[in-house]
């Protein structure tokens, strides 16, 4: 199995390119499990055949470790631009629970400053990253017991 998986993690090495446009990750996550961990790919096609093969490799540890979590990998083109997020809250009048006023509060998200991905209206904003490292789940539940 270990020259299996060696001769897998070579195969992804060449398919590599430090400056190429494509990596992949996990669809639910956003992690880049082993042996896609900082690789970057020229192409798509090389991307998807590295992904391919990560699976593969991934199956074969998973033989030997059961709890190897399963990873729904996915290809991805690096963008230049970062997403934009803008936030705006209204007074709508009387008083929350805690004493607070009452708001209404609109969210954005989009890239290229040309199309919307995501927006939504008085809908909890849960950040789930700081400095690109995940937050504690603790982190994560205080944001959504406080309803702001």
């Known amino acids: 199995m270990a020259d299996s998986l060696a001769s897998i993690r070579r195969e992804i090495a060449d398919l590599c390119d430090d400056d190429g446009d494509f990596y992949v990750a996990c669809a639910d996550t956003d992690d880049c499990p082993a042996p ?71 969210v954005m998200l989009s890239g290229g400053g040309e199309r919307e991905w995501l927006r939504m209206d008085n809908a909890p904003l849960v950040h789930v990253r700081r400095d690109g490292e995940p937050l504690p789940d603790d982190a994560i539940e205080r944001q959504l017991d406080s309803k702001l």
């Open 36 to 106: 896609l961990t900082g690789r970057r790919f020229p192409t798509e096609e090389a991307a998807e055949s590295a992904a391919d093969l990560a699976r593969t490799y991934r199956d074969e540890l998973r033989e030997s470790d059961a709890d190897l979590p399963e990873r729904r990998l996915s290809v991805y083109e690096l963008s230049g631009e970062a997403l934009t997020l803008v936030s705006t809250r209204e007074r709508v009048g009387g008083l929350r629970e805690n004493g607070l006023p009452r708001t209404s509060r609109s």
